[in-house]
């Protein structure tokens, strides 16, 4: 009982104060005198982060196995993915172009974490026999990790698409209406606003294109590293997936839909990672590919789930009629 009340607080304070950092976070983005405010946000994901981790520390200590055993359970730990992306720019100290990403993303899937749609996974279950083995901590977190991984990439490569094919961008504008451009650029901005004069007197002959441009080529530059990382661990993770089955089922490989799901999702951003030693294919194309495997994932990760078909059967739920 006493872990149950604290899960159950840890979970709604950790979504609330994550529900104040997006609205900071989108002050800020409006209103660029009030940017002081980004030190309030960072401040919100780290208190974030601590009750995350309380929360999945809790689990693990009343449930005796690493809390990965359900979809809710996922949910959380895949928030807690989500921020550990989030913290890896400032890790380096270079720009967190990452939060605009990270940030929405914690808060969508904690939220559906906590709503009433899984509201029969809340309580902790003993575990199946076939999931009570060593290998459920090393598989499954590394799955949930890449899925996090991958799924900023593509949102980094979906938002090279949008602005590439924006038609009159003005960056300079008074008007508050490149909340995207604000989001990636914030700090640049108020620099470029400096020496807006004195570029427009060197020889860039569009100082909006030049700008225009940077941004993309810093957006195909995260999204490329972002995903690169992505699909080494979900080759990890497949891998450790195939040693597991060979033990629990006897064959490495089964083909039912969960399985069949990740080796398409591999398979589509191996096709991404291969068309950038493509030149032709920087940019644009590559960053195409990579938003069609945003779709592939939620279908691998949460569409399979829904179904409730197949060997990975575990972490499936009913929606409430």
Not at 64 to 72: A, D, I, T
Not at 162 to 176: A, E, Q, V
Not at 181 to 195: G, R
Request: aromatic share 16%.
């Amino acid at each position: 009982m006493l872990f149950a009340t604290l899960e159950h607080i840890l979970t709604h304070i950790s979504f609330s104060t994550i529900s104040i950092v997006i609205t900071i976070h989108l002050i800020t983005l409006l209103v660029r005198e009030l940017g002081g405010l980004r030190d309030s946000s960072e401040k919100g994901m780290i208190a974030t982060f601590f009750c995350i981790t309380g929360f999945l520390v809790s689990r693990w200590a009343s449930s005796g196995h690493f809390p990965l055993s359900n979809l809710y359970e996922s949910l959380i730990f895949l928030s807690w993915a989500l921020y550990i992306l989030h913290m890896i720019p400032k890790i380096q100290n270079s720009k967190n172009d990452l939060s605009t990403i990270t940030t929405p993303s914690t808060i969508l899937t904690q939220g559906f974490a906590t709503s009433g749609l899984l509201t029969e996974m809340h309580q902790s279950t003993i575990l199946v026999p076939a999931l009570q083995s060593q290998w459920l901590m090393m598989h499954v977190s590394m799955m949930l990790l890449s899925y996090a991984t991958l799924l900023c990439g593509s949102l980094l490569s979906a938002a090279l698409l949008i602005i590439r094919f924006r038609k009159n961008l003005d960056f300079f504008s008074k008007k508050k209406k490149n909340v995207l451009l604000k989001t990636f650029f914030f700090n640049e901005i108020k620099y470029f606003y400096a020496k807006r004069s004195a570029l427009k007197s060197t020889f860039f002959p569009s100082f909006p294109n030049y700008y225009k441009y940077q941004l993309i080529e810093r957006l195909d530059s995260w999204s490329y590293r972002v995903i690169s990382l992505g699909f080494t661990l979900l080759t990890i993770g497949i891998l450790c997936g195939a040693v597991w089955a060979n033990e629990a089922w006897g064959s490495y490989w089964n083909w039912d839909p969960k399985e069949t799901w990740a080796f398409i999702t591999w398979t589509i951003f191996a096709i991404y990672l291969h068309s950038r030693t493509n030149p032709n294919w920087k940019g644009t194309k590559s960053a195409f590919v990579a938003s069609i495997g945003f779709l592939i994932i939620w279908i691998c990760y949460f569409g399979i789930n829904l179904l409730g078909i197949g060997l990975h059967s575990y972490g499936s739920f009913t929606l409430p009629i």
